[in-house]
């Protein structure tokens, strides 16, 4: 059974680009979150999907953003690249936005965005 | 505002003995907290989780102990093995949300 996969695994852009980094939740999975995990720092909420609906935004500038698809999957994008936004870009899913909390989520092995 | 603290960046511990690995949080409206393992290269693992109304919780060789008065949580493994060796992370729910507060990470390493 696969797990969370996050596409694609590295990845190198420039300053003011546009990227857009993708994930498949475990199969029956309705909830994807992303986390922003900066070198040396643990990860950081920056949004929660669950049916296709925004459920949580955490304190990020507007030029990220992210949408969930019909079948779960989920894409998140970042605008005018920034050298900060240099990062570990996770994903997790879940059964629903509280089911299986004491089971917390099950992350994919994540994106690394370098911007020069 | 950290509001999860991991104040150890590091712990070495011998194979076979206890590891101890401590989060102070700030927030009294956490109501869940977890623990994740981190590999390099491997997104993070859960591996064991309390809510706020208890004070325990075991599975295997990992307890987590919470002391709300203290705002403080800890992560015992014992007996400690080399394949423990890894980041963990302490992680916390703010009430009524659905997004986890993580800290700066614990690296352990269990000595052969």
């Known amino acids: 059974d696969a797990g969370v996969t996050q596409s694609p695994t590295h990845l190198i852009k420039t300053r003011g680009q546009q990227v857009t980094l993708r994930c498949s939740p475990i199969s029956g999975h309705k909830s994807v979150s992303w986390y922003q995990q900066v070198l040396g720092q643990g990860p950081q909420f920056i949004f929660q999907?669950?049916?296709?609906?925004?459920?949580g935004r955490g304190n990020f500038p507007d030029r990220f953003s992210a949408r969930q698809f019909p079948n779960y999957s989920s894409e998140l994008n970042v605008n005018a690249l920034l050298l900060g936004d240099s990062a570990l870009y996770l994903c997790?899913?879940?059964?629903?936005?509280?089911?299986?909390?004491?089971?917390?989520?099950?992350f994919g092995s994540g994106t690394r965005l370098t911007v020069v | 505002d950290q509001q999860v603290k991991q104040n150890s960046p590091s712990l070495s511990v011998q194979e076979g003995r206890i590891s101890i690995l401590n989060c102070d949080y700030t927030?009294?409206?956490?109501?869940?907290f977890l623990w994740y393992k981190k590999y390099p290269a491997e997104g993070p693992t859960f591996l064991i989780s309390?809510?706020?109304?208890?004070d325990k919780n075991e599975d295997g060789r990992f307890t987590v102990f919470l002391n709300k008065s203290a705002k403080h949580l800890s992560l015992h493994i014992v007996p400690s093995q080399p394949g423990d060796s890894a980041v963990y992370f302490c992680a916390a729910r703010p009430s009524g949300t659905y997004k986890y507060i993580f800290g700066t990470g614990t690296r352990l390493k269990v000595l052969a």
């Open positions: 927030n009294s409206m956490f109501d869940y």
């Open positions: 997790a899913s879940s059964l629903g936005l509280g089911a299986g909390i004491a089971a917390g989520y099950t």
């Open positions: 999907y669950y049916e296709k609906e925004e459920r």
């Open positions: 309390i809510s706020s109304i208890k």
